[in-house]
């Protein structure tokens, strides 16, 4: 494992190609967020640094998981903990860079949206003063970039993600995506609490929702999961090659078949039941970033998600107290 990979002789990729798509970013998406998210930037990112401040009596729309039970049971009075939130947050990117996410049937790749998503979220929160770090998975965990901030470091992760070679050119017979690997590297790394951005398209060998799930209970996670129209319904192409970016496999597949392109939807239609419900058994929240979606717009869906999903929250916790906790004083 290394902290960067080496330079590639010939890519087409250097600094100011970095320095040109975080200033693309910077103008077509972070102004807009800026313009949109209105002060709702901790909606979108919740700071995950908390300390304890003080103690005192419980009032109406505070959070129950809150309550302090030892003081209430001993003053029997409902009291609530007050914590402060740190200033400063440290994110991390787990960025999975496997065969599949070189997959796209338009004009970007699943990659391209995966940088793109980078840049703009990490550009976001270290202009707050937040640090950000990322590891990344090819054929492997191979690559460590620490958490720090600055305009700089995110110029370097981004040289970083663009001077790597496809995965299926660096092993083109590399095997099935070991996903728990990047996940269980993550928890041994990672070690203050910090938000955690999952950034795949989880196509991946069975196993990793179970270290998803353990990596929740210590982090804020964030499922960021990457597709492509074309994984979820086949056109009528005719008889067209596939490859699989995993495996190398190749096969000759009929898609002016009919009975077959049914039976490919409800498969995938099967694979997308299965995959959001094993997210939501880690208890993540999940951003779906499609290649033929624009990326503020999505960001934009997934801040009113989680406003709502606190609002609800909040009234589902005040509705379940008794009616002397919810108008306590």
Do not use: C
């Not at 990322?134 to 901030?149: F, H, K, M, N, S």
């Not at 495996?247 to 995938?268: M, P, S, Y």
């Not at 779906?288 to 009234?315: C, I, Q, W």
């Amino acid at each position: 494992m290394k902290n960067s990979p080496p330079d590639l002789p010939g890519n087409k990729f250097s600094a100011a190609s970095a320095e040109q798509l975080l200033r693309r970013l910077e103008w077509t998406v972070l102004r807009r967020l800026d313009g949109l998210l209105q002060g709702d930037y901790r909606t979108l990112l919740r700071g995950t640094g908390m300390d304890l401040a003080d103690l005192r009596e419980y009032q109406y729309h505070d959070d129950i998981r809150h309550i302090d039970w030892n003081v209430t049971a001993r003053l029997q009075q409902p009291h609530v903990r007050v914590f402060t939130e740190d200033r400063e947050m440290s994110a991390w990117f787990l960025l999975d860079l496997s065969p599949s996410v070189d997959f796209g049937s338009g004009e970007q790749h699943k990659r391209d949206v995966s940088t793109e998503f980078v840049a703009v979220l990490a550009r976001l929160l270290t202009r707050r003063g937040n640090r950000i770090g990322a590891i990344l998975y090819g054929t492997g965990v191979d690559t460590v970039i620490p958490a720090r901030g600055g305009r700089h470091h995110v110029l370097h992760l981004l040289h970083t993600l663009q001077r790597r070679p496809p995965a299926a050119d660096a092993s083109a017979n590399s095997g099935t995506t070991r996903l728990h690997e990047l996940l269980q590297s993550a928890a041994r790394l990672v070690r203050r609490r910090s938000t955690l951005f999952v950034v795949s398209d989880f196509i991946s060998e069975p196993g990793w929702e179970k270290a998803l799930g353990l990596l929740a209970q210590r982090h804020e996670v964030i499922a960021v999961r990457l597709l492509d129209p074309l994984e979820l319904e086949l056109p009528d192409l005719g008889l067209i090659p596939i490859r699989d970016a995993e495996t190398g496999e190749q096969l000759l597949v009929d898609t002016h078949d009919a009975g077959f392109r049914r039976r490919f939807v409800q498969i995938a239609a099967q694979r997308e039941a299965e995959l959001r419900q094993a997210l939501a058994r880690a208890s993540v929240d999940t951003l779906e970033l499609s290649t033929d979606d624009k990326l503020v717009d999505a960001l934009m869906r997934f801040t009113e998600l989680r406003k709502r999903r606190s609002r609800s929250l909040g009234a589902h916790a005040a509705g379940k107290l008794p009616a002397h906790l919810k108008y306590a004083t």
